[in-house]
């Protein structure tokens, strides 16, 4: 059983954004890490790497026992103790909503918001016991600005931004902090971003994973309300408000039609659902 000091659960910690934030929690002294995803051996690989007591659950969120499994996992190795909950498995996959209809919108729903809040609401419980403790949702951008073939993705993120923003001010009293990290185009192991780095015009527009885990741990145990990777990808949101027919325009065509076109165009294309 742990005696960290504090016990980390990271969700899509087998590639991409998950491993990366699993290697930045490590480097806290007195942390304890709990990496979930379904590919058991990519887990075992990463958890013999790091610097601190790692434990590994290889389950597919989806699945209705999923969370009591997670949750049981926590109570026989960490002693029920959660001081930090990172929500970041997810994907995506593009095509119109005439092509891919409501089937598509509820495989998104299912992963990238269903699995979320399931996965809170058994852990919930531990986190309060914990507190101070936190919770980061890791979304997207296209949480606040959506494009042509990742309506879909961008319905799941939207649906996770508004609850995370609810759940925020329902958890303050109880001390559990909610933190949302909203990424761009992320560089990773299923989303290469090939195309867009080969390019001079949208090579800035690309982050890497460890940027991000910088950014998960400002929003959990640094307290922030959310932070966008890159960072001024804000700036879109912001005009997405202000601007919403010049923002419609710019993303139904040029450079950012093309990206729509040529690329999955958000971080969670990688596997980190896997």
Known sequence: MSTANRVALVTGASTGIGKATAIRLAREPGTALVLVARREELLRELAGS???RATCLAVDLTTEAAPEKVRAHLEAEHGGRLDLLVNNAGAAWRGSFAESGHANVARHMSLNFDAVVRLTE???PLLRASAPSAI?????TAGRVARARTGAYSASKFALVGWTDALYAEELPHRVHVGMVLPGFIATEGFPATELKAKALTRWLVSDPATVA??????GPGGKAERYVPRFYALAAIARILAPGLIRRVLSGGAAGDLTTSTAGDKDADSSTA
């Open 50 to 52: 790091l610097p601190c």
């Open 122 to 124: 058994a852990l919930l």
């Open 136 to 140: 980061v949702n890791v979304a997207s």
């Open 214 to 219: 910088e950014a998960i741990y400002a929003a």
